[in-house]
Every structure is written in structure tokens, then in C-alpha cells.
């Protein structure tokens, strides 16, 4: 897709992504109480639930920053969405940015609009659980995993003034078309044709199970990426100010928030692992499901308040870090291949009927099915819908409360 955009803060950034995540929960949800005017109660959630979560929030990370990195370039930028699946993050930027209203004026980024989107998501006659044509800028659907790389090639192939970030999801990357795409990376590399910058979202887990390349060592991934003629560069979910990015990725790129980044460098792929590296942060949430579990707490809140603070901070560092790495890749004359590691449903549940579900495979569909019946779901709902603090960004009578 094709846009403008003004630089950011990454106060900003970060406001614009909880945004886009609570309209995601809104989709998969809610048919009515759609800013939680009045305490949620059954009659709010839909009939049947549809949908899929778990790689939501790193579609909506990953959007974000390239309205970041790519802002008021004059060269065609395009997103393509590997896990179509993960419509409903496409389409809350879509409506955030006002792309939707471009096509349809009903879907202006106001309270009608977020209605519409949200309580016609996933509903014969409404919008499709899947990336599809009838969204604007969308030219790969992604319900059948597997083409996303191949496609980004053919749109910059021949046109040297294109750039495609390609967001490939760890499932779609065992399959034999992504994996044959990767040879693109090679026949396509000249001055003749655009740039193509895949984002590897390695959340460990599709839908039922762990993936291949989730449980492939960091050396084995990175020697993998390599074999393919691309540059790795890592990024993990960090609560400290640690990075496995190499210097030169903060140190060529432009700083495009207004927040220095406190970042100590160890850019090697040896086994001393930096502190509070994303095994840790799963440590520290894992703690905290425990914590909730032995205390006995009757209010779901109680483990988002605990967990708000953690999840705050990863975030901010997973922008810094991303946009570091779009902007490195970029200028860089190599061929990147960004590969980024978050829990599976970040921000999302933590645990539902005493099992973990964010950073599991529970979390990559819907990951409270039981919101229409069950009073337990339904306050955990109402809560991990209240982590967000919507009111803050949108109210009924202006829409988005931009800085």
C-alpha cells in the first residue's frame, strides 16, 4: 500500500498499536458495548467465535513500525500478510489509518465505523476472518500459507522503486513454497528490481502445536537464513536494555523516535546469551501465573495489573528494536531477513482454567471460547479489554485522540 505518513514519537507508536489490538479483540468478540460504556456482559459477546489471535499482535507491532520507518516516502511501500488469518490486526489498521473509509464511507476511523468493523468481522454478508481482495492494498489473502514471500518478490520484481515487508508466520515457513521462495532472494537481487525486507514472526507455536523453526536453535535458524544469501538479525522480547542487535543496526539507522535507546550491543551467535533475553521475560510471566494461581484472586484484572508493567515494557523495546532493524535493512545494501521473536497472543491471557495460553498454541485461535457462557471468561474478557485503556485513545464523539 501506498501512504504518507509523519514521523513518530514512540509514545505515539506504542498508543497506536494498543489501539489497533483492543480493535482486534473488539472483532473477534464483541457485538455490541464496543467502548465498554456499561460493565460487558453476555448479551455483548457474539454467537459464535471466529477468528484467530495469537499472531494479531505481531502483525499489529510489525504495521506500525513500517508507517514508522517508511514514513513520506515517495517509493511504493507495500505490507504483505503471510498469516492471512490474522485479518482482524490488518484490518484495525486499515481503519486507523482511514484506508477503509477510501473505499467504503461507512468505515470512517469513527465510533460508527468501529461499530460496523467489529461487529460484522467474521459474519456472512460482513468482512472475512482472512485477508481478502476486498480490503485495500491487500494482493496475497494468506488463507493458504505459503505464497506471502513469492508474492512480495513479484511486486518489486522490475521495479527498482518498490520495497515489500513481507511478514511471514513460523507455520507458513515450514512450508515448501516459502521455502523455494527463499531462492528469489538470489535471482532477483539487482538494481533492476525493489527491495524485499521478510519478517520472520517466530511465536513457537500454529494451530495446535510447537513449529519447526521454533525449536530450531538460534544457530541452526541464522545458518539456515544465511544458506539463502540473506543477513539474519534477530529480535528477541526483553524486559532489560539488552540486545542481540549488532551496533551498526542503531548506529547506520536513523533515530526515528524521540527516545533515545538505552541499548548495550552483542551482535555474535555465541551461547552466552544476553540478560533478560526472551527465555527470561517467559520466566518472569510464567511467575506470574503462578503467583496469580496460589493467591487465589477472584478478579481476573488482578494478573493483566500484575503483568501490565512487563508487557509495557517488552513492547516499547520490540518498537525500538524493530524499527532499528527496518530502517537498518533499508539503507543496507545486503539482503535482511529479520527475524522476530515474541510470545504467541502477546498482551493477551495469560492463563485461562489454570493453563497457560499466552505464549502456548491455546492462544492461536480464540483463546476464551467459553466468553458467551462462562462468568470467569467473560471477566477475564472485560479485563484483557480494559488493559488496553481505549478511553484514553478514542471517544465516542471525536474517534482516535491523536497527539
Known amino acids: 500500500m501506498q501512504y504518507e505518513t509523519k514521523k513518530v514519537s514512540l509514545a505515539a507508536t506504542e498508543k497506536r498499536i494498543r489501539a489497533c489490538n483492543y480493535l482486534t479483540v473488539t472483532q473477534l468478540f464483541l457485538k455490541s458495548n464496543f467502548l465498554l460504556e456499561k460493565p460487558l456482559s453476555f448479551d455483548d459477546i457474539k454467537p459464535r467465535l471466529l477468528g484467530h489471535w495469537g499472531t494479531c499482535p505481531g502483525i499489529n507491532l510489525v504495521y506500525a513500525c513500517m508507517r514508522d520507518v517508511f514514513a513520506g516516502q515517495k517509493d511504493d511501500t507495500i505490507f504483505v500478510l503471510g498469516p492471512g488469518h490474522g485479518f482482524p490486526a490488518l484490518q484495525a489498521n486499515l481503519f486507523y489509518d482511514g484506508d477503509l473509509a477510501a473505499v467504503d464511507e461507512t468505515l470512517k476511523p469513527d465510533y460508527a465505523g468501529l461499530a460496523k468493523i467489529s461487529a460484522l468481522f467474521s459474519r456472512i454478508g460482513g468482512f472475512p476472518s482472512h485477508a481478502s481482495p476486498s480490503a485495500p492494498g491487500v494482493i496475497c489473502e494468506g488463507g493458504e500459507l505459503g505464497y506471502s514471500l ?11 522503486e518498490r520495497t515489500a515487508i513481507v511478514l511471514i508466520g513460523d507455520g507458513e515457513f515450514e512450508t515448501a513454497t516459502t521455502l523455494a521462495s527463499l531462492n528469489l532472494n538470489d535471482l532477483l537481487s539487482s538494481p533492476n528490481n525493489g527491495k524485499v525486507i521478510p519478517v520472520l514472526h517466530l511465536n513457537g507455536y500454529k494451530i495446535s502445536g ?3 523453526a521454533g525449536r530450531r536453535s538460534e544457530h541452526q535458524l541464522n545458518e539456515l537464513i544465511r544458506g539463502f544469501g540473506y543477513t539474519p538479525i534477530r529480535i528477541e522480547e ?11 543496526l542503531y548506529s547506520q539507522a536513523e533515530n526515528l523516535v524521540n527516545q533515545e535507546p538505552q541499548i548495550v550491543f552483542d551482535g555474535d551467535d555465541s551461547d552466552d546469551a544476553p540478560t533478560n533475553t526472551y527465555e527470561q521475560v517467559e520466566q518472569n510471566i510464567t511467575k506470574l501465573i503462578q503467583d496469580e494461581q496460589s493467591e487465589d484472586k477472584t478478579s481476573a484484572r488482578h494478573t493483566f495489573e500484575k503483568a501490565e508493567n512487563q508487557t509495557d515494557i517488552i513492547m516499547q523495546n520490540l518498537i525500538l528494536d524493530v524499527e532499528a532493524a527496518l530502517n537498518f535493512a533499508k539503507h543496507s545494501d545486503e539482503s535482511i531477513f529479520i527475524i522476530l521473536e515474541t510470545e504467541k497472543g502477546l498482551s493477551g491471557p495469560l492463563v485461562v482454567d489454570d493453563t497457560k ?16 457462557s462462562d462468568p470467569a471468561e467473560l471477566e477475564l474478557l472485560s479485563s484483557w479489554l480494559h488493559s488496553y485503556h481505549f478511553e484514553e485513545l478514542f471517544n465516542k464523539e471525536e474517534g482516535f485522540l491523536h497527539d
Open 210 to 212: 510447537p513449529t519447526v
Open 238 to 248: 526483553r524486559l532489560g536494555t539488552s540486545s542481540k542487535a549488532p551496533a551498526e
Open 150 to 160: 513469492a508474492t512480495a518478490y513479484g511486486y518489486c520484481l522490475g521495479h527498482p
Open 357 to 372: 495460553v499466552r505464549g502456548n498454541f491455546k492462544a492461536h485461535q480464540i483463546p476464551l471460547p467459553k466468553a458467551k
